[in-house]
Nanobody
């Protein structure tokens, strides 16, 4: 059973930065795409970013391009989301997720079979 544990959320003022981390258990971490999703208050969960296992290619939602950066350290089985220039509309519970298939570059919620518990990010105006 894969376990994903997020950390790094918190309260920050608009324009500030946060870095989320997600530590994963299990084997072959480097061969799986890892994704970040978020669920704003009262809204559905949405895609934020993904980083492939193949070559660490990154993919972003338009709303976060240029502000958020996904990265991974395969030696530590950890993926990161650096969030800069945060806006109040970035307020959400952020989840990391692991693609259910090796070597696939998933970006849809249904591509990911393992999820963390989520970490709250609140951006004040």
């Amino acid at each position: 059973q894969v376990q994903l544990v997020e950390s790094g959320g918190g309260l920050v003022q608009a324009g500030g930065s946060l870095r989320l981390s997600c530590a994963a258990s299990g084997r072959a971490f480097s061969s799986y795409t890892m994704g970040w999703f978020r669920q704003p208050p009262g809204k559905d969960r949405e895609f934020v970013a993904a980083i492939s296992g193949r070559d660490s290619s990154t993919y972003y939602a338009d709303s976060v391009k240029g502000r958020f950066t996904a990265s991974r350290d395969n030696d530590k089985n950890t993926v990161y989301l650096q969030m800069n220039s945060l806006k109040p509309e970035d307020t959400a519970v952020y989840y990391c997720a692991k693609d259910s298939l090796q070597w696939r570059i998933g970006v849809h919620e249904t591509d990911f079979g393992s999820w963390g518990q989520g970490t709250q990010v609140t951006v004040s105006s």
